[in-house]
């Protein structure tokens, strides 16, 4: 037994007359320039629209300015790196250079990463210092 259906309507039914976009015109104008006319002037190319990563640029970077601020409270160095980096996102941004601004962002908020990092291995650090110092706590009973 074979699996065939049947169309919902037969092919030889006519569905009425053609309409304007269906009825065929006259053929298209050959566009192509003619062998004796001048070159025209150079056109620019197009603007590029993905980035050196294949990413779109269609939104601008995002500047991690707040997690910058942050980072300055938590450590001081990777904390002012941050906030250059993040400040000169914006800039890039509205001068058109979308590849400087994302890569001005990714190092704000690599070094964002780097100061929370380094903040909390500094307080496991003296966390593992003063258990291990031999000082004993004394108890309230």
Do not use: C
């Amino acid at each position: 037994m074979t699996d065939r259906r049947e169309p919902p309507f037969p092919e030889d039914e006519n569905w009425g007359p053609q309409t304007p976009w269906q009825t065929p015109g006259p053929p298209a104008a050959d566009t192509s320039p003619s062998p004796s006319a001048p070159p025209g002037p150079p056109t620019a190319p197009p603007q590029q629209s993905w980035g050196p990563d294949g990413r779109s640029r269609a939104r601008p970077a995002e500047s991690h300015m707040a997690g910058a601020v942050i980072s300055l409270f938590l450590f001081l160095p990777t904390g002012l790196a941050a906030i250059i980096f993040a400040s000169e996102v914006n800039a890039k941004n509205t001068s058109g250079d979308y590849a400087g601004a994302a890569e001005s962002s990714r190092k704000a908020r690599r070094m964002v990463i780097w100061s929370l990092a380094l903040f909390a291995a500094f307080w496991v650090i003296v966390m593992m210092a003063a258990a291990f110092s031999g000082v004993e706590t004394e108890t309230v009973s």
